[in-house]
């Protein structure tokens, strides 16, 4: 497997980006009312207006002014409705060698996204593939929430699919990810506790609801049902009842995971930055259409990479970029961003004492397993 210990000089100097978050796509079949980012058409499994869309070529020229990767995290919209998916997921595998490859979906299109994430696991072998089925709600709460019916059944038909993957692939991961919003803190406790009923999930997230939405009101959550939820997650983990991932590194990982949501917590309560952000440094955001941002929250661009040869690393050193990297230096944002906090986190060794320390909690309650050797990275 690809090793993550070649990023370590990263830790001192934060001079290329490790992190990439792809929207291959703005197009979704879901309608999700708390979505920052889509574009949600009436038929989009069989939209064809992706002109704007950056092609298999251009992403080709973008990888390859790139460096290798630690994490690639694709996102839209709904990923699996990019028709090239696996294409593209083989041009990053090929050029950048990316240690964690992480697939989003709403699980609206099972047989389509078991047959790509196949495809994907085939090739990228040396990659940790991992698919996040999104799952808000249960029964017609999801649906009622992601205000798309079926969605729910069609998720756990997605889910049975996927699990069928896990005895051939030892560099697949299946977890959940929730959304914490307004319309569903107060039934976090039994989504937690049926996602716990899955036994190939290997872990379960919350996400807080973030960005510019048309109703502001699913972000008028409780701060304090947030603390409880995460702590759930957190007393899961460490009381053997919650599954973990299957990769060598995942105990790391799930320290992570604990100390982070801890963060973003303080983070709600004081509404300002706890550590600092390496955004547009180690971590970049490229959109569809081939616009760069140092992250997802942030509206001013670096630029389009279409303006600059395709070419990422002259679109983050260029006149642009600098007064955004400089807002972020200081501290001038603040946000509860969870794939933002794992560099903010693994690359801060003002960290890693608490890290260790929670490290050593999850390594008590998961000994590594003597007759299921873990993945080598």
């Not at 249960?138 to 798309?148: E, F, G, P």
């Amino acid at each position: 497997m690809f090793s993550p210990l070649r990023h370590s000089g990263s830790i001192l100097s934060k001079g290329q980006a490790v992190q990439l978050t792809f929207f291959v796509t703005r197009r979704c079949n879901a309608r999700c009312p708390f979505c920052f980012y889509v574009d949600n058409t009436s038929n989009a499994e069989n939209d064809n207006t992706d002109a704007a869309e950056l092609s298999l070529d251009e992403i080709k020229k973008i990888s390859a002014s790139m460096d290798k990767l630690l994490w690639l995290a694709f996102s839209g919209g709904e990923p699996y409705l990019r028709r090239d998916l696996v294409e593209i997921s083989r041009v990053f595998y090929e050029q950048n060698s990316p240690v964690f490859m992480l697939f989003p979906t709403n699980g609206l299109m099972p047989d389509l996204i078991r047959d790509k994430t196949e495809q994907i696991l085939k090739y990228c072998k040396k990659s940790v593939v991992t698919v996040k089925l999104s799952l808000d709600g249960l029964h017609s709460d999801h649906d009622v929430l992601r205000n798309t019916p079926g969605n729910f059944d069609k998720t756990m038909c997605t889910y049975e699919q996927l699990g069928d993957l896990l005895a051939k692939y030892e560099n697949f991961e299946l977890g959940v990810n929730t959304v914490f919003c307004s319309e569903n803190q107060d039934k976090m406790d039994e989504i937690i506790d049926f996602v716990q009923t899955m036994a190939n999930v290997k872990t379960h997230t919350i996400s807080m609801v973030r960005g510019n939405l048309a109703d502001a009101h699913y972000k008028e959550v409780d701060h304090e049902k947030y603390h409880r939820a995460i702590n759930r997650l957190e007393s899961n983990l460490k009381n053997q009842t919650s599954n973990i991932y299957r990769f060598r590194g995942a105990r790391l990982k799930a320290a992570q995971d604990i100390l982070q949501r801890r963060l973003i917590h303080q983070t709600l309560l004081d509404r300002q930055r706890q550590i600092p952000c390496y955004a547009g440094k180690l971590n970049l955001v490229l959109t569809e259409t081939g616009q760069v941002y140092p992250c997802e929250i942030l509206s001013t661009s670096f630029g389009n990479v279409r303006d600059y040869d395709y070419d990422m690393k002259k679109v983050v050193h260029s006149e642009m970029a600098q007064p955004v990297l400089d807002s972020i230096d200081n501290n001038r944002c603040y946000c509860t961003h969870e794939c933002y906090f794992i560099t903010n986190i693994l690359f801060n060794p003002r960290l890693y004492p608490t890290l260790v320390k929670e490290y050593v909690q999850i390594q008590s309650a998961h000994p590594a397993r003597v007759s299921t050797p873990p993945l080598r990275l």
